[in-house]
């Protein structure tokens, strides 16, 4: 048996350790996520869509720019109740596309 820590400096390991050999946690370790989900495993959420707010931290820039972005067709989304969403490969396209135009000029 562990000798009981006393300090309020007890480290969280120790706590949980105390705790599992009183029964009062199970230590489950962790897997990472994968991608592609394997049969007869538990789906695993992943990042679907962004909003618009969060594309706009994305690419450095202001919200109201990434709405006329939206707005005007520059950057796709779809309406998602009262919401825009973004996928992932639409920001990328977006991307790719500013970076063509600035080669071509």
Do not use: C, F
């Amino acid at each position: 048996m562990r000798k009981e820590t006393t300090t309020a400096t007890m480290d969280t390991t120790d706590l949980l350790d105390q705790l599992a050999e009183r029964g009062i946690v199970a230590l489950v370790p962790q897997q990472p996520p994968t991608a592609h989900r394997q049969a007869g495993s538990p789906a695993l959420a992943t990042r679907r869509w962004y909003s618009v707010r969060e594309v706009a931290d994305m690419l450095g820039y202001g919200l109201s720019k990434t709405k006329m972005l939206v707005t005007t067709g520059q950057l796709r989304s779809i309406k998602d109740g009262k919401y825009r969403r973004i996928l992932p490969e639409w920001v990328d396209e977006y991307i790719n596309r500013r970076v063509r135009e600035q080669a071509t000029t």
